[in-house]
Every structure is written in C-alpha cells, then in structure tokens.
C-alpha cells in the first residue's frame, strides 16, 4: 500500500504558476498510475491530469490543456502538476490518487476508480 502527500499548494496571482508534488512513501509509485484531482466548494472532484505508470501517456482535462503538465520521477517517487497561467477558475483543493492495476497505459479519470489518495493541498488564485 502507497501512503501520498501533496505539498506545493498556496496562494498566487492570476496569470503566476505553481508547482504541486505529490511524494509517496510505503512502496514505489513506477507500480502505479497517478492522477491529479481537484474540488472546488460545493462542486464534484474533478479529474485535472494523469500520467500512466512509465511516464509515457498523459492527459489532461480540456479546462486546463496547454497550461499544466503532469510528470513523474519514479526514482524520487514523486509525481508533479506544474501549474502556468493560473486563472481564478482553478482555485480548488488539489488531491494526487493512485490507481493500482498495473497496467501500462491505463490511468484513472474518475475517483472511483482510483485507489489511494493524498490530503490535498489547498490552491487559491486571486483576480
């Protein structure tokens, strides 16, 4: 089992960007897929971009294509979503989720597909 713990998160200006990781612990994260979610207040957790277990498929979510890119490093066992051109839209709690098939392609897009989770980290874009 993978314990997650996300860190980045804070509070930045419309237009500045942010670094998110994800760093996991209790076993390594090349066994598994990973996933970027976010929920905003009073809204769904919603899929944002995921990266399959070697790093080579990503996706994004249309609402944040071209300006976030999700990347690994399986030998620091860390999983990143760099954040550009950030936009008040995006202010939402970020949570990394792991998804333990072992396939090499396959991630998961929706929560219930995934199968561990981090805490989240909070993200907030001022206007």
């Known amino acids: 089992q993978v314990q997650l713990v996300e860190a980045g998160g804070g509070l930045v200006q419309a237009g500045g960007s942010l670094r998110l990781s994800c760093a996991a612990s209790g076993r390594n994260i090349s066994s598994y897929a990973m996933t970027w979610f976010r929920q905003a207040p009073g809204k769904e957790r919603e899929f944002v971009a995921a990266i399959s277990r070697m790093g080579h498929k990503t996706s994004y979510a249309d609402s944040v294509k071209g300006r976030f890119t999700i990347s690994r490093d399986n030998v620091k066992n860390t999983v990143y979503l760099q954040m550009n051109t950030l936009k008040p839209e995006d202010t939402a709690v970020y949570y990394c989720?792991?998804?333990?098939?072992?396939?090499?392609?396959?991630?998961?897009?929706?929560?219930?597909?995934?199968?561990?989770w981090g805490q989240g980290t909070q993200v907030t874009v001022s206007s």
């Open positions: 989720a792991a998804e333990s098939s072992g396939s090499s392609t396959y991630t998961c897009h929706d929560p219930s597909e995934c199968d561990f």
